[in-house]
């Protein structure tokens, strides 16, 4: 079983509004990551961590800013909500060697921007 | 770059069949190779994780194979069944990279 928790589950919101999605993983791990995915079609990484003060942005373009203050805490965060950024966020994490870096996900964030 | 491709896109199989999934990549340098299995609106969850160095996998009715050399894996799913159905991705962790690239899965239906 993973230990890694995404909140909220659920989110609708207006346009213009400022945003935090919340991840927390309690296996120590380094290494986080946030997904964008739309319904049917693959994951883009948007952001990624390899630990405590490193955020790096990943191959899809985004609006969206992460912090990593703690080694558990992964937020993201939008400033001002719009209908494009209306898709799924998936949280992951693993252990920062390559071999056996096995990847565990988060439940997902669905967020809809009206 | 890395390219990551799954067929077929959707398959259907009555309960109690044994099925294959595709995975094929572009670059056989890899650190490793993880199947992942998603619900609607889920998360993912992770399967079975290959390291470069290995040639299969084993969870349950759930074998998974790697041939690096030809850029390939397979998931094999033994006497299929309802709870089955779901889309599996699999992913590939490129040498020097820093993330995962996926698939965009195979959605499995297993009918009753």
């Known amino acids: 079983e993973a230990d890694i928790y995404q909140t909220p589950r659920y989110l609708v919101i207006g346009t213009g509004k400022k945003i935090t999605l919340e991840c927390s993983q309690t296996m120590g791990h380094d290494k986080m990551y946030w997904y964008q995915q739309d319904p049917g079609m693959e994951l883009h990484l948007i952001h990624y961590?390899?630990?405590?003060?490193?955020?790096e942005k990943g191959d899809l373009s985004s609006e969206s800013t992460v912090s990593r203050i703690r080694t558990e805490h992964f937020p993201l965060t939008l400033e001002s909500a719009r209908p494009s950024h209306t898709s799924q966020y998936l949280c992951?994490?693993?252990?920062?060697?390559?071999?056996?870096?096995?990847?565990?996900f988060g439940q997902g964030t669905r967020l809809t921007v009206v | 770059k890395q390219e990551v491709t799954q067929i077929p896109a959707a398959l259907s199989v009555p309960e109690g069949e044994n099925l294959v999934l595709n995975c094929s990549f572009t670059?056989?340098?890899?650190?490793?190779l993880q199947w992942f299995r998603q619900d609607p609106g889920k998360g993912l969850t992770s399967l079975l994780l290959i390291q470069s160095s290995q040639r299969e996998q084993t969870s349950g009715r759930l074998n998974a194979s790697l041939d690096k050399s030809s850029g390939r894996s397979t998931l094999y799913i033994a006497a299929s069944q309802p709870g089955d159905s779901a889309t599996y991705l699999c992913a590939v962790v490129p040498l020097g990279d820093n993330d995962m690239r996926f698939g965009a899965g195979t959605r499995l239906t297993v009918k009753p």
């Open positions: 992951a994490s693993s252990e920062l060697g390559r071999g056996n870096t096995e990847a565990f």
């Open positions: 670059d056989s340098a890899i650190y490793n």
């Open positions: 961590s390899y630990g405590v003060n490193s955020t």
